[in-house]
């Protein structure tokens, strides 16, 4: 329970269902036309291989998520797509008070979309087994919410609503690194323990520790109660139970029972743990600068 019961959320943040399609394959690697198309994945680094989905042509079902019931923090407390419109919309809270403030920058919100099966977007058309991933092409963050599940039963993270909500703040930290110009420095350089594509997933867990840091203290436009409230240390255990399950080390030793950091793409799962740790430490985007790190060991 995160949530303020009383909080009154719009159940229009959150887009339920496919985006326009524009055919092709998922790209997760690459420009066209100087265009940055690269999609960026939580699972999944440069070259995803079988996990893409192959299909071409018009979008799924489109998820028929139905989102109108998602109108207080109690919905987002007891119903997993609700938690997205909530967190989604404590994101915009703490980011368009934050990132002006600490970098000159002004936010405008991502779109976000929920999806079931797969889903047409900006940077090609998708399937679930992508996982939870930000477009940079059309700005939109799209999530399957069975992906939760997954979350819990394959890779063996606690399934509390901290668990899920640092995977809805971690893909808003990529249009954070978007909005600041970053992004493309995990194009450059996408494979490799000490990669670019390692430093910006990192950073984007510590955008996501950021966010906890302020969540329960920003007011709501207009001055209302904050919409979280304060965490325990039994949310912040589930934020870095999630952190560290999707780390290269974790995936990759559960998989072959090999680790290969010249593959890694998002980091270790002591390293997505530290990092948010950092951003919820300090609440500082400055903290948050994986690039110029000497040890991405210590934040
Ligand atoms: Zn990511």
């Known amino acids: 329970?995160?949530?303020?019961?009383?909080?009154?959320?719009?159940?229009?943040?959150?887009?339920?269902?496919?985006?326009?399609?524009?055919?092709?394959?998922?790209?997760?690697?690459?420009?066209?036309?100087?265009?940055?198309?690269?999609?960026?994945?939580?699972?999944?680094?440069?070259?995803?291989?079988?996990?893409?989905?192959?299909?071409?042509?018009?979008?799924?079902?489109?998820?028929?998520?139905?989102?109108?019931?998602?109108?207080?923090?109690a919905s987002a407390n007891t119903d997993?797509?609700?938690?997205?419109?909530?967190?989604?919309?404590?994101?915009?809270?703490?980011?368009?008070?934050?990132l002006p403030a600490q970098t000159g920058v002004e936010y405008v919100p991502p779109e976000v979309v929920l999806f079931s099966g797969s889903?047409?977007?900006?940077?090609?058309?998708?399937?679930?087994?992508?996982?939870?991933?930000?477009?940079?092409?059309?700005q939109v963050a799209y999530f399957?919410?069975?992906?939760?599940?997954?979350?819990?039963?394959?890779?063996?993270?606690?399934?509390?609503?901290?668990?899920q909500e640092y995977v809805v703040a971690h893909e808003v930290g990529h249009h954070i690194q978007n909005r600041?110009?970053?992004l493309g420095r995990a194009q450059s350089d996408p494979h490799g323990a000490e990669s670019g594509s390692v430093r910006t997933e990192l950073q984007a867990d510590c955008y996501a520790g950021l966010w906890a840091h302020y969540a329960a203290t920003t007011p709501a436009p207009g001055g209302g109660e904050p919409l979280l409230e304060p965490l325990t240390d039994a949310d912040v255990q589930d934020a870095l139970s999630a952190a560290s399950a999707v780390g290269d080390d974790r995936i990759q030793g559960s998989a072959t029972g090999r680790v290969d950091p010249e593959s890694w793409t998002h980091g270790s799962s002591a390293q997505r743990r530290s990092w948010f740790q950092a951003g919820y430490r300090t609440g500082d985007v400055a903290a948050c600068d994986t690039y110029t790190a000497a040890d991405l060991d210590r934040p």
């Open 1 to 73: 329970m995160t949530f303020d019961e009383g909080a009154r959320l719009d159940p229009g943040r959150v887009r339920s269902g496919g985006g326009p399609g524009r055919g092709g394959k998922l790209a997760l690697g690459g420009g066209a036309g100087g265009l940055l198309v690269l999609v960026v994945a939580l699972l999944l680094g440069g070259d995803p291989g079988s996990l893409l989905g192959d299909f071409t042509g018009t979008t799924g079902d489109g998820g028929g998520a139905d989102l109108a019931h998602c109108t207080s923090g």
């Open 80 to 98: 997993v797509d609700c938690r997205i419109v909530g967190t989604a919309t404590s994101l915009d809270d703490v980011w368009a008070a934050q």
């Open 119 to 138: 889903v047409a977007t900006g940077c090609g058309n998708a399937t679930s087994d992508v996982g939870p991933f930000y477009c940079p092409a059309d």
């Open 144 to 163: 399957d919410t069975s992906f939760f599940q997954v979350l819990v039963d394959r890779f063996g993270s606690s399934g509390g609503p901290l668990a």
């Open 180 to 182: 600041l110009g970053d």
